[in-house]
Each structure stands twice: as C-alpha cells, then as structure tokens.
C-alpha cells in the first residue's frame, strides 16, 4: 500500500506553495526546517501538476498512488477500460492543486490508472477580485467560471457558478455557448440536493449522503443511482497548510448528453458551488 511514508526523506518545495524556498520531510511529516534556494525541476513540476503526493518526477502521475486513491481511500473497484477522454471512461479522479491560499480554483483530472485526461481552470478573474477573495471570505458572493479542459489543453465544457445567496446554481455550456443545462441547489440545510435541469425539465440529481456533503450519489429521472463521487483525504500533512477537495467519480453505466455532460460538470464542481458553502454550514 503507497503512503506518505513511502515519500523518502529530503529536501521537497515548500507545502505551503512559497516560491524557492524547501521544506524538509523526514519520511513521515513535514519539519520546521527550510532551505531557500532554487526547487528542483521534477519538485516545482509536482506543484504544478497537481498533489506531489499523486504525481511523480518528470511531472507525470505515479499511477500507483492515483490507484490508491480510487481503491483504497474511495473505496472503488477497478473498472472496464474506457476511451481515454473525459467522457468515456468509468472512473475520474479529480484532485485540486495544493495551495496555502484558494484565489484561483484549479483541477488536475485523472483516469483510474493515473493518466492525464484533462483539467479544470477558473478563468476570467480580475486582480481586483483576487485581491478582495485574498483578505475576505466573500466566495458564495462572487461569480465563478471555470473551462473543462482535455488533455491537449482543449476546452470542453464551460462551467459557471453566479454569484449566490442561499442557494447555488451552475450553467453548463459548450465552448461556442451552447446551452446543456443547469445544475440547480434544491435547499440549503440539511442533506444538500442539487437537480439536474433541461429545458427546464429534471433529468436527474447530486444528492449528499450526510449534512457534511463529502460524499454524493448522483441519480437519474427515476431516482435509480447512475454514479457515484466520494471525497478523498490526503493526509496531515497537506491539509495542515491547504484546502485542496479530491474527489473520484465512479460512472455506473454509460450515459447520454446532456445528462453525461452534467455528471461530469458536477463531479468537477463540486467544490466550487457546494463545498464552499458547506463550510459555512458546517
């Protein structure tokens, strides 16, 4: 079984995303000691791909700790192989980038054997609207747009939050604006139930299985359970400096646009228009 134990002690890019500076991990937790200096090239190229603990040198995902994730912290069985995009295969494993402080949302997603299939960038944002998520805690007030990328850097769906109150709700698009529907908060207390909306018509739901909302059953229009998403932990030692939500999608059956398009648009927002809030609520 891969854990944090099996990172080898040394020197690693600081956790807490401080450019240049190293952090010293002693095999099993990060220490008080630091070095400035230049981070190592496959070390800086883990930052930028994602959780180091889910990706490897070079930059490219450790297949054996994405593995882990999807089968021993979700919980999920190995699944048929898919077609290779974000679309078709069985399982997505979702893992926001590490950062000390959430000014720009940022998604690397996986398929179960840790390939690359694409990610999830909040694009559009001004720097004066940074600076104002930087010194409050005004998210659920602010719009949020974010483009689904595939593994070519090629957006695929356009996803955005408007800015809320009580109740969230998400518009997904295609690139060239065409509408697939909306993702619609149906209550804010409680167990938080999102439905999927057509031409104003239901088609299926995100329902979250405690108050709490870390793990989610998606269905379709008969309530029959279509996919899955279950909250991933990533250890102490990087949750002590970052508030980086990962998830894995497990898809139980193949599925049709738009209610396809949706159960991915929710797996990948889940974050951004639920968790936030949640946090409020909790």
């Known amino acids: 079984m891969t854990t944090h134990s099996d990172t080898p ?8 995303g401080t450019p240049n500076l190293l952090r010293y991990w002693d095999g ?8 400035p200096g230049q981070v190592p090239r ?7 791909g994602g959780s180091a603990w889910e990706v490897g040198v070079g930059g490219a995902p450790d297949p054996a700790r994405v ?17 290779g995009t974000l679309f078709t295969e069985p399982v997505l494993v979702v893992n926001q980038k590490a950062k000390l402080i959430e000014l720009v949302n940022e998604y690397s997603v996986f398929d179960q054997h840790g390939r690359t299939l694409g990610s999830v960038v909040e694009v559009g944002q001004s720097t004066a609207k940074k600076v104002l998520r930087f010194v409050s805690s005004v998210d659920q007030f602010l719009t949020h747009k974010l483009e689904v990328r595939d593994a070519h850097g090629q957006p695929q769906l356009v996803l955005t939050r408007p800015a809320k109150l009580v109740k969230s709700r998400v518009l997904v698009e295609r690139p060239s604006g065409e509408p697939l529907g909306e993702i619609v908060q149906q209550n804010a207390f409680g167990k938080i139930t999102f439905a999927f909306l057509y ?7 995100i329902k979250a299985e405690n108050w709490r909302a870390w793990n989610f059953a998606i269905v379709d229009h008969t309530e029959t359970e279509i996919a899955r998403i279950t909250k991933t932990w990533e250890g102490l030692a990087k949750t002590m400096f ?22 991915v648009a929710s797996a990948l927002t889940v974050d951004t228009a639920l968790k936030q809030d949640s946090r409020g609520l909790g």
């Open 9 to 16: 002690a040394g020197w690693y890019a600081d956790p807490q």
């Open 28 to 35: 099993a937790r990060w220490t008080e000691h630091t070095n």
């Open 42 to 48: 496959q070390d800086a190229r883990k930052q930028q």
């Open 67 to 83: 593995q882990h994730q999807v089968q021993q912290q979700a919980g999920v069985a190995p699944a048929g192989q898919g077609g």
């Open 199 to 205: 031409n104003g018509r239901q088609i299926g739901a």
């Open 242 to 263: 970052t508030t980086a939500d990962n998830y894995v999608l497990q898809i139980h059956r193949q599925l049709a646009d738009p209610l396809l398009s949706m159960v």
